[in-house]
């Protein structure tokens, strides 16, 4: 590994818990260097090994905690009363990464890392049997598609699943659902799977022939 930029190590002090969390130090700190993301997440401007210039999000570990266990971890959030020292550092990696440095999440080109010393209770509030993530946003659902036959059509329809409705409401324990059939001459199956008022799972299948 060879290092082409710096590294400066913060003891952390009484003055410095007025920033509450190890993410509004960070942007204390580098004021000019550090970006928030729509999802309100840090990054630094920095170069791949193939010389592009994009987003690069830093790394985190903490001293005496194995790597494993980090990713519980949402570091962003650990209180400053509870971190003994910051340790940064960008660094550039002029060939292929160790194996160490994989397993931490370095990559050839800049990094950017942060380790922690941290007080003996610091990490109570994380569950390490759980592991952290973002989720991209939510998925909304779509409407499935069904053909709608107003008129003559030759288009041949080899549609193999030939309707779902995730929502269906009735009415005295019953509902209307009409479809049209594929081309091919099959049976299809039905299925149907609800829950009751009173939150009691219910579900039937029926099956019908097309000639």
């Given at each position: 590994?060879?290092?082409?930029?710096?590294?400066?190590?913060?003891?952390?002090?009484?003055?410095d818990y007025?920033?509450?969390?190890?993410?509004?130090?960070?942007?204390?700190?580098?004021?000019?260097?550090?970006?928030m993301d729509?999802?309100?997440?840090?990054?630094?401007?920095?170069?791949?090994?193939d010389g592009?210039?994009?987003?690069?999000?830093?790394?985190?570990?903490?001293?005496?905690?194995?790597?494993?266990?980090?990713?519980?971890?949402?570091?962003?959030?650990?209180?400053?009363?509870?971190?003994?020292?910051?340790?940064?550092?960008?660094?550039?990696?002029?060939?292929?990464?160790?194996?160490?440095?994989?397993?931490?999440?370095?990559?050839?080109?800049?990094?950017?890392?942060?380790?922690?010393?941290?007080?003996?209770?610091?990490?109570?509030?994380?569950?390490?049997?759980?592991?952290?993530?973002?989720?991209?946003?939510?998925?909304?659902?779509?409407?499935?598609?069904?053909?709608?036959?107003?008129?003559?059509?030759?288009?041949?329809?080899?549609?193999?699943?030939?309707?779902?409705?995730?929502?269906?409401?009735?009415?005295?324990?019953?509902?209307?659902?009409?479809?049209?059939?594929?081309?091919?001459?099959?049976?299809?199956?039905?299925?149907?799977?609800?829950?009751?008022?009173?939150?009691?799972?219910?579900?039937?299948?029926?099956?019908?022939?097309?000639?």
């Amino acid at each position: 590994m060879h290092k082409v930029y710096f590294d400066t190590t913060f003891t952390i002090t009484r003055a410095d818990y007025k920033l509450k969390t190890l993410y509004d130090y960070i942007v204390e700190k580098y004021p000019k260097d550090a970006f928030m993301d729509d999802k309100h997440r840090l990054y630094f401007h920095g170069y791949t090994y193939d010389g592009k210039y994009t987003k690069m999000y830093p790394r985190f570990t903490a001293v005496g905690v194995p790597v494993y266990q980090t990713r519980a971890i949402i570091f962003y959030d650990i209180p400053m009363d509870q971190i003994i020292s910051v340790h940064f550092e960008r660094m550039n990696l002029s060939q292929r990464p160790s194996i160490a440095q994989q397993t931490t999440g370095f990559h050839m080109g800049d990094n950017f890392w942060f380790e922690l010393q941290l007080k003996p209770h610091a990490l109570d509030q994380f569950d390490f049997h759980t592991t952290n993530f973002d989720v991209e946003g939510y998925y909304e659902a779509r409407t499935f598609y069904s053909p709608q036959y107003n008129g003559a059509d030759t288009r041949p329809d080899y549609r193999t699943t030939i309707n779902w409705q995730p929502t269906v409401s009735t009415v005295n324990g019953e509902a209307t659902i009409s479809w049209y059939n594929a081309d091919p001459r099959t049976k299809v199956r039905i299925v149907a799977e609800g829950i009751t008022d009173r939150g009691v799972p219910v579900s039937g299948t029926l099956m019908y022939e097309v000639k």
